[in-house]
């Protein structure tokens, strides 16, 4: 079992830009966990932002790629997202999403959104 709580969230002009954190409740590099971005937008569905393995290999949509850059830092549990060039179609709820062996785990969300 894990907690993950997310923070960084707001209120950004086209353009701007916002870092994402999740704060996980164990050390997730120990257990081998693959965690990651996902987003979900009024009337879509949820989807993939970024995801980043234990190893530290990196996976961006595309409509995100050159933009986004997700990290992780084992020693402090904590999973990160840096999101530069935002734009409004970037506005939407993003969860910090963790999954390994015993099972996938989400945080409560935040929201962002990309607004003149």
């Known amino acids: 079992q894990v907690q993950l709580e997310e923070s960084g969230g707001g209120l950004v002009q086209p353009g701007g830009s916002l870092r994402l954190s999740c704060a996980a409740s164990r050390n997730l590099f120990s257990v081998g966990a693959m965690m990651g971005w996902y987003r979900k937008a009024p009337g879509k569905q949820r989807e993939v932002v970024a995801t980043i393995t234990s190893g530290g290999s990196p996976y961006y949509t595309d409509s995100v790629k050159g933009r986004f850059a997700i990290s992780r830092d084992d020693a402090k549990n904590t999973l990160s997202l840096q999101m530069n060039s935002l734009k409004p179609e970037d506005t939407a709820v993003y969860y910090c999403?963790?999954?390994?062996?015993?099972?996938?785990?989400w945080g409560q969300g935040t929201q962002v959104t990309v607004s003149s």
């Open positions: 999403n963790a999954k390994w062996t015993l099972g996938t785990f």
